[in-house]
């Protein structure tokens, strides 16, 4: 081989090792992909929890699955793992859900939620069914306030719908579209751009539920729906 030729491999040679090293790099550097979380935006732990939740959606079977911790969603703070997205207007939200597993308290919560925001003192509604199967629509008036409760005469209900219009929310529960019991809750003042999401809070800091959603419906408002 001449001094020309190898000249030349070797500059080939060395033109390769740098183009790769570069890719290599590149892919190094790359930003980790978020998690699939279908309609939602993004997800988060509300409040300081001790054992940090998680969420992940399979689009094959249309189902969130929510892993979260949480002392309580009660009095001035509230402590739970949310999927979530920013919207505005009237809306209806709508899930059918239950929780996996026997469960530790009874008043672990799973559900759907509307807040002003994502600290832990927030204002908000929610339609929350407990491990006990009680259902209740919760609020929070004004940031730090205490949480109020507005208990269904629905137990254990399979669909979960929690509707708003205007400052009026209407949390609807039942085992079928048909049988939907409603409750209604007037002049809660929220803003027009809110949070809306699903939850699960365990109400046992040292414990982690998990709950699945299905059928999971975040609609405009309006006729038909």
Same mark, same amino acid.
């Given at each position: 081989?001449?001094?020309?030729?190898?000249?030349?491999?070797?500059?080939?040679?060395m033109?390769?090792?740098?183009?790769?090293?570069?890719?290599?790099?590149?892919?190094?550097?790359?930003?980790?992909?978020?998690?699939?979380?279908?309609?939602?935006?993004?997800?988060?732990?509300?409040?300081?929890?001790?054992?940090?939740?998680? @969420?992940?959606?399979?689009p094959?079977?249309?189902?969130?699955?929510?892993?979260?911790?949480?002392?309580?969603?009660?009095?001035?703070?509230?402590?739970?793992?949310?999927?979530?997205?920013?919207?505005?207007?009237?809306?209806?939200?709508?899930?059918?859900?239950?929780?996996?597993?026997?469960?530790?308290?009874?008043?672990?919560?799973?559900?759907?939620?509307?807040?002003?925001?994502? #600290?832990?003192? @927030?204002?908000?509604?929610?339609?929350?069914?407990?491990?006990? +199967?009680?259902?209740?629509?919760?609020?929070?008036?004004?940031?730090?306030?205490?949480?109020?409760?507005?208990?269904?005469?629905?137990?254990?209900?399979?669909?979960?719908?929690?509707?708003r219009? +205007?400052?009026?929310?209407?949390?609807?529960? +039942?085992? #079928?579209? #048909? /049988?939907?019991?409603?409750?209604?809750?007037?002049?809660?003042?929220?803003?027009?751009?809110?949070?809306?999401?699903l939850?699960?809070? /365990?109400?046992?800091?040292?414990?982690?539920?998990?709950?699945?959603f299905?059928?999971?419906?975040?609609?405009?408002?309006?006729? +038909?729906?």
């Open positions: 081989m001449s001094t020309g030729d190898r000249s030349t491999l070797v500059l080939k040679i033109s390769w090792i740098l183009v790769t090293g570069f890719l290599l790099w590149a892919v190094g550097c790359a930003p980790a992909q978020k998690p699939e979380l279908g309609q939602f935006q993004g997800q988060a732990d509300v409040g300081l929890v001790k054992l940090p939740g998680s @969420a992940s959606y399979d094959k079977n249309q189902e969130y699955i929510i892993h979260g911790s949480g002392e309580n969603m009660w009095f001035d703070r509230d402590e739970f793992h949310l999927v979530y997205k920013r919207t505005s207007g009237d809306f209806i939200l709508q899930t059918r859900a239950h929780f996996l597993g026997e469960g530790v308290n009874p008043h672990r919560k799973l559900g759907w939620i509307i807040r002003t925001d994502l #600290d832990s003192s @927030a204002a908000y509604v929610d339609a929350a069914v407990h491990g006990s +199967g009680l259902t209740s629509l919760q609020y929070r008036r004004t940031r730090g306030g205490d949480t109020e409760e507005m208990q269904s005469g629905v137990t254990a209900p399979e669909i979960i719908r929690l509707a219009q +205007g400052d009026t929310y209407i949390m609807s529960a +039942g085992d #079928d579209r #048909d /049988s939907l019991v409603s409750d209604t809750l007037r002049d809660i003042q929220l803003g027009d751009t809110v949070y809306v999401g939850f699960v809070c /365990s109400h046992d800091e040292n414990v982690e539920e998990t709950a699945v299905r059928e999971v419906r975040i609609m405009p408002a309006g006729p +038909g729906n």
